[in-house]
């Protein structure tokens, strides 16, 4: 083999390098995640199309810079401080464990929050669960006058319904810690189901476009306090 080829076989590599250094790749503001929990419950409901589906709507509609692609954060993670907001469904059991409890508190408090979405069967267990996590608050129903509920899109009568289960009317409920809402709880809703593709479920266009603004809603008042933590 010549010096020359010698040579060409070990730049070649290099120039490589060099070029993909220069590629410019796009920088998001910040990423959004779905909490894994233990306990049994489906936390992985809805993962394929929800939450992409509201990143991608809350990109073109708001004019945020969310990355399309979702991260996924276990309860107990310290990676968890890398996501400004975590969303969590599922339809069964959940648990968190003493560290769990202790990291998810020091997250919520230190300006994330966290979007649970009753996917049908997960409201008696989330509730206790969340008390471990502040046994000192309760969960309160928001009023309609909220600004959750008066971000870019208005509902005056707060949470559309998405799915109907029980013929009961949609809450939503919160987590107040110090003034700030930490925890918004959407129950008799089934948000995270409207998020999805439209064949999934088969929701009508309205269904979905409710809970696509609502969704976005929440992340646009989940994205202020965050930067005015």
């Known amino acids: 083999m010549s010096n020359k080829l010698k040579y060409l ?3 070649l590599p290099l120039f ?3 070029q993909s250094s220069f590629i410019e790749k796009p920088a998001y503001a910040f990423q959004v995640a779905v909490l894994k929990y233990n306990g049994g419950g489906d936390w992985y409901a809805n993962l394929e199309t929800s939450l992409p589906n509201l990143i991608k709507f809350c990109n073109k509609e708001l004019k945020t810079n969310i990355n399309p692609e979702q991260g996924v954060v276990e309860a107990g993670s310290p990676e968890i401080y890398n996501y400004p907001f975590v969303h969590m469904t599922g ?3 959940v648990i968190f464990n003493m560290q769990e409890t202790d990291n998810l508190r020091k997250y919520l408090i230190s300006g994330g929050f966290l ?3 009753d996917n049908y069967g997960m409201d008696q267990f989330i509730r206790l669960q969340l008390k471990k996590v502040f046994p000192e608050l309760d969960l309160v129903e928001l009023p309609f006058s909220h600004p959750i509920y008066h971000q870019k899109f208005e509902f005056a009568n707060g949470l559309p319904k998405v799915h109907e289960h029980d013929n009961k009317a949609p809450k939503g409920l919160g987590l107040i810690y110090n003034g700030r809402l930490v925890c918004f709880y959407d129950f008799e809703c089934d948000l995270g189901d409207g998020w999805e593709n439209p064949e999934i479920h088969n929701d009508s266009e309205e269904a979905r476009s409710k809970a696509l603004k609502m969704g976005a809603n929440i992340i646009s008042y989940a994205f202020t306090t965050y ?3």
Request: glycine fraction near 6%; proline fraction near 0%.
């Open 9 to 11: 076989l070990f730049i």
């Open 16 to 18: 490589i390098c060099l």
């Open 227 to 229: 930067e005015k933590k």
């Open 115 to 117: 979007h649970v979405s």
């Open 91 to 93: 339809h069964g059991n």
